[in-house]
């Protein structure tokens, strides 16, 4: 009889102990879930000197957000409904933005018009790590695929990273779209001294001399444009390597749906607007009445004319993709 009662104590003991073990590991998943989805709110915002120019935009922005997006909790939508994998998803936009070319202000009004045309602009992080393998590719995909099921509203993504085919994963692609820059302002925005806003004198006469380490070298490998486009394999790198050169060209084609060149922000924002609408719908005026005053009397100093003459003969395919590049946008503009 005692015995029976002593059992019977621990039999409540056990289911005692398995309740409160189970409620506390409930009460941490949901700790868990919320804390995913604060991080997405209190994301990182664009460069500070672009920034510094709208006063305090970021923190009434940041205000704005954290009041306007109601995240519906735990809707999951099944792979079915997210539709076919080969397809491109129209409510799914990536920036795969290459460095020093100005997606700083894309992202900056993304962020300002995501409330009016109802999407959520997410910064991803690492961008300082450009070239993946197949394992942190994939990876970058399922982060992403994460936050889409989580959030369940049109998402625009940016992170500095090469091409990835996000078919090769069966998962469905997103329209990509980028902003590239003139390749030799683009280089010389390295050797800008902000301070004085003239061009380093040091490194102006290390690219000049063959000798020594700043020139470019056909063959070696280089984070210049082009990689932006190809992707992850090495031969994507090499200077003015045809291979890159043509997947570049051939990934765009497929792939982009825009393509914009910073010279020519006017008529980048409006083949935006255009071929993208569902996100870009505005954007131009948003631009008009934010930025351009800002950038209207900004002006790179002169390139000297030898770095010129230097640069054009060794950036060889990366003009010839810039020019490119620029002749899809001029035509897409005169289409529409
Ligand atoms: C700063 O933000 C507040 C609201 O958050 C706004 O009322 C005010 O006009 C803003 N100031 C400037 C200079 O933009
Ligand atoms: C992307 O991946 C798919 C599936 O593996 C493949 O069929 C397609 O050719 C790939 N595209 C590129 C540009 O590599
Ligand atoms: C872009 O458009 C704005 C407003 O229409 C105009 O003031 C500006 O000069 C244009 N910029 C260029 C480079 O055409």
Redesign the pocket.
Known sequence: MFKHRRTKIRWILVIGFTVIVGAFVIYKIECLNDFNKTSLVDYKFPSKSLLSYMGNTTESLRKHLTSSVSVPKHITKSLKQLGKMDEVNKHFLFLNSVPKSGSEILVFLLERIQGENNFKHVRLKGGNKRKLNKIQQEEMVEEIYDIRRNMAIPLSFDRTVYFI?F??FDRQLPIYFNLIRHPITKVMTRALLTKTGTYDSYFIRCLLDAKRNCNFKNGRPYDLTIPYFC?HDPRCMLLNDNWAFE?AK??VE?YYQVVGVLEEMNITLQVLETKIPQFFSGVKSTYQRNLLENYKNKKDPDIPEEIEISLRKTLVKEMEFYYWIKNRLLSQANKT
């Open positions: 085919n078919t090769s992707g997947k051939s990934n497929k």
